[in-house]
Structure formats: structure tokens, C-alpha cells
């Protein structure tokens, strides 16, 4: 029993603010219907982004909407409040918010009190000052930026076949993606994929005519499925005419011309940062303690170190490993780690508010799963490593039995099926980033956006 009413605040909902709530929501059942406890999301978007599916949903093997999960629908039992956390102060336990209604009353930030609170913001993408990164390139973590990028690929296409500029042809058909982690080594494998296959139609543009180059840092690419596996990963690549440069740097992308630290130089309409990320800005706006990465201290049961009442998971979190050797080993900062102590967190709630001991969070790291297109992948699973199409499989498997709800398996498994009987589609819906440009222009007005402004190139 909960001996007094409890508000729980969930600050996010990527994974772990979307599975703490739901596992709240089942292990409070009895107490939220008595009313003794009450859960509020607070999430800047009203869905969570499954992010394993957005290489798929750019190359057009899985439709959008089923990458994402709504999550009034999902938190039935939650007040889901669609706005933004900018500052946290756990010694009154207040939260201060801005929502869709607070802009349009012109009114100031709103505050919240709790009584427990689930700060999990996720992580925004990692930037460095650039020349030019700013206005020419996109990122590749939410549904909006991988749709994004599948409609200015295919343009960028559409441009290559009725130009007669040889400069402009080239600098379409250059595709520049910085970082060989997951993100961009996944969502260039898919959109190559899908490009050389959408040439059948264009009867101009051949798979030879477009570069696509992955530019990385570090001297491997894919470190998550381990070294024999990135090197496979490489000759795949370099295999399919991709040009993989490793210990080598952007340096700018000024002008639309991305020019590397190893001298050579590619104008180009489309760069792609998937360089890393970084904490939430908000943890930095709270009285919590931070490490030097700029993530919350945590404990193994998931709570904030030395604060009552807090408590964190996922990107935003230090969560010590107990099942590492070497001592002060943190968890990855990945998927399968958030899920999990998403579990874990809202089971130690509930312990918490009825004065029960809590659990520590142990998981050994199972492996990781890679696509690299159709049929094409690699993994490392339990110290088995699998390459091609049986590693395809294994990545399709293991994300279908982890994308939320018996509904979005379903759906996913059917687009699957039905894309295996079928051509892929290659139709680029670019309008639909802004849907009343051509209003405007029939009304006599002049379009709020000017293409030529656009970062993708996208018309």
C-alpha cells in the first residue's frame, strides 16, 4: 500500500520514459485507481520514436508512422503532456515547463510539482563548430530527419537526371555521412541501397554515377559488433563502391563543398552528421549531480547518488555496470541497456512508495545486430558472429520482438511481408515538408519558405 498520494513526474518519452510509465502504470494499477497515485509524462513530442527503424523507414521498407508509438494511446493511465522541461529544482521539487499552450497565450513557463521524479530526456545530437555544418547538413534521430533525407536523396536524383551542368550533377549525386557508428553506417547502407535500386528508373543515372562516402574518426567503424565484424563491415562497404574514410575529419561544409582533414574535397548537396551524441541540455539546468560527461550519478538501483526521490536510466544516466569485471564500468548508452532499466526503474518506484527493498539493475551485455541494407547485415550475439543475410535476419527478429505493442509488431511484420512480394517504392514526397507553399502561391502570396534556403535541398 502507498501511504500517501504520490506524484510521479517522467521527464521524456524516448525508451525509457515510455517503458517506466508503462511499467509503472502496471505495477500501480490498485493505487492509481484509488487515486493515490498519479503519473505525468511530460515529452516534447506525443509519440516515441523506435530509432532501430528509422534506416528502414528512410529506404521506404517500413512506413512512418509505424516507427512511432503514441503514447496516449500506449499511458492510458498518464496525463501526457506534450511540451518541454528547462529546468528542474529537486530541493522544492518543482519542474519548470513551456508547452504548445504557453506559446500561443504568450504567457510564461509553467511550474509542476512532484513528490518522485524520472528525469529521462535522452540525448541530442553532438555537434562541433563546423564551418558550415549548421546550415548544409541534417541529423538522423528522429522520423521527421530519416523521412526528410529519403525525399531529398530521391531529389537530388530527379536534379541528377534533367540537369545539363555537370557540377550540379555531381554535387547531387555526392552523399557525405560523418560517423561509422550505428546511425550512419545503417542509414547509408539503407539509402545506398535504396538508391541503386531506384537508378532502374532513371534512364541516365547509373549506381556508378553516385559517391557516397562515410567519413569517421576513429580507425573502425561499427566498434559495437566488435573488430573481425567491422572489418567485414568495411569490405562489404568499399565492396558496393562506398568510400569509407577512417582517421579522417569534416573540416567544412561551407558553400556546400565538404572538405576533409586528409585534404580532398567533394561539393555536395547532402551531408548527414551522425557524429555522436551528448546529454540533454536540461540536465544541466538542475541542482542534480553531474559526472564529467555531463550525465546524472546514478546508482545501480537507478536512483540519482545522494538524492532522495530521484531517479534516471538511458542516455542521460551513469549507471554503474555490476556485471563488468573492472570496476567503474558504466552501462552502455544504448537501447538495450534502456529497456531494460526501464523495467528495473519503475519496479523500484513502486518499491520505494510501499517501503519495500529495491532491485539492482544487472544485465550482461548480449551482443549487437547491424543492417546493411536488403539481405545484408552483421552480429555479434553471445560471442556468435553472423554476417549477410542470416545477420539481416537476426537484426529483423530481435527488433520486431522489441518495438512496443502487439499492434505495431503486427503492422511492422506485415509491411515486411508485403515489401518482400512487391518493388520497393521510390516516390519522393518532399511537399510534405511544407504542405502550403503551393497555397500561397495560388493566393497570390509569396511562400514563406525559399527552397534555395532549405538545409537537405529539399524543394
Known amino acids: 500500500m502507498v501511504k500517501e498520494r504520490a ?16 511499467r509503472l502504470q502496471r505495477r500501480l494499477k490498485q493505487e492509481l485507481r484509488r487515486g493515490d497515485v498519479d503519473i505525468t509524462v511530460v515529452t516534447p513530442d506525443p509519440y516515441m520514436t523506435y530509432q532501430p527503424f528509422l534506416p528502414e523507414a528512410a529506404a521506404g521498407s517500413i512506413s512512418p508512422r509505424h516507427v512511432v508509438v503514441p503514447l496516449r494511446r500506449v499511458l492510458d493511465h498518464c496525463h501526457v503532456v506534450v511540451g518541454e522541461v528547462v529546468a528542474v529544482d529537486h530541493t522544492t521539487r518543482t519542474a519548470t515547463l513551456t508547452t504548445l499552450a504557453t506559446e500561443e497565450e504568450g504567457r510564461g513557463a509553467e511550474h509542476l510539482a512532484y513528490d518522485e521524479l524520472v528525469l529521462a530526456p535522452g540525448s541530442i545530437a553532438r555537434t562541433l563548430p563546423i564551418p558550415g ?16 533525407l529519403r525525399n531529398h536523396v530521391l531529389e537530388q536524383m530527379d536534379i541528377a537526371s534533367s540537369t ?9 549525386l555526392t552523399f557525405v555521412f560523418v560517423g561509422g557508428g550505428y546511425a550512419g553506417v545503417e542509414a547509408l547502407a539503407e539509402l545506398e541501397d535504396m538508391a541503386r535500386y531506384a537508378t532502374r528508373y532513371y534512364h541516365n543515372v547509373r549506381p556508378e554515377d553516385m559517391k557516397w562516402i562515410l567519413v569517421e574518426a576513429a580507425d573502425r567503424i561499427l566498434p559495437e559488433v566488435g573488430a573481425e565484424m567491422g572489418r567485414y563491415t568495411l569490405t562489404e562497404l568499399r565492396r558496393r563502391n562506398i568510400q569509407v574514410l577512417l582517421e579522417t575529419r569534416l573540416e567544412s561544409c561551407v558553400d556546400r563543398i565538404a572538405v576533409l582533414s586528409d585534404g580532398q574535397r567533394f561539393p555536395t548537396r547532402t551531408v548527414v552528421w551522425t557524429a555522436g551524441v551528448k546529454p540533454h541540455p536540461v540536465l544541466a539546468a538542475t541542482d542534480l549531480p553531474l559526472d564529467g ?45 534502456a529497456v ?23 544485465h550482461s551485455y548480449a551482443g549487437a545486430v547491424a543492417s546493411l541494407g536488403l539481405h545484408k547485415g552483421v552480429a555479434q550475439v553471445y560471442g556468435r558472429k553472423l554476417k549477410g ?63 534555395s534556403d532549405d538545409p537537405k535541398g529539399s524543394s
Open 7 to 22: 506524484r510521479i513526474l517522467v521527464v521524456g518519452g524516448g525508451y525509457v520514459g515510455m517503458y517506466t510509465a508503462l
Open 133 to 148: 555544418l549548421a546550415e548544409h547538413a541534417v541529423g538522423f534521430k528522429t522520423v521527421e530527419e530519416a523521412i526528410g
Open 164 to 172: 545539363r551542368d555537370p557540377a550540379i550533377r555531381d554535387a547531387a
Open 293 to 337: 560527461r555531463g550525465r546524472l550519478r546514478c546508482t545501480a538501483q537507478l536512483t540519482v547518488d545522494g538524492v532522495e526521490h530521484a531517479w534516471s536510466a538511458g542516455d542521460a544516466a551513469a549507471v554503474p555496470d555490476v556485471t563488468a569485471q573492472e570496476p567503474g564500468t558504466q552501462t552502455a548508452p544504448n537501447a538495450q541497456h
Open 340 to 362: 531494460r532499466q526501464a523495467r528495473v526503474l519503475g519496479d523500484n518506484i513502486a518499491h520505494a512508495l510501499r517501503g519495500e527493498p529495491l532491485d539492482t539493475y544487472a
Open 389 to 451: 543475410y542470416p545477420a539481416w535476419f537476426m537484426h529483423r527478429v530481435y527488433h520486431l520482438s522489441r518495438v512496443p505493442t502487439f499492434n505495431r509488431k503486427a503492422r511492422v511484420l506485415a509491411e515486411w511481408t508485403l515489401s518482400g512480394l512487391f518493388k520497393r517504392e521510390i516516390v519522393s514526397l518532399g511537399s510534405l515538408e511544407h504542405p502550403r507553399a503551393e497555397f500561397e502561391l495560388a493566393a497570390g502570396g509569396k511562400p514563406h519558405h525559399n527552397p
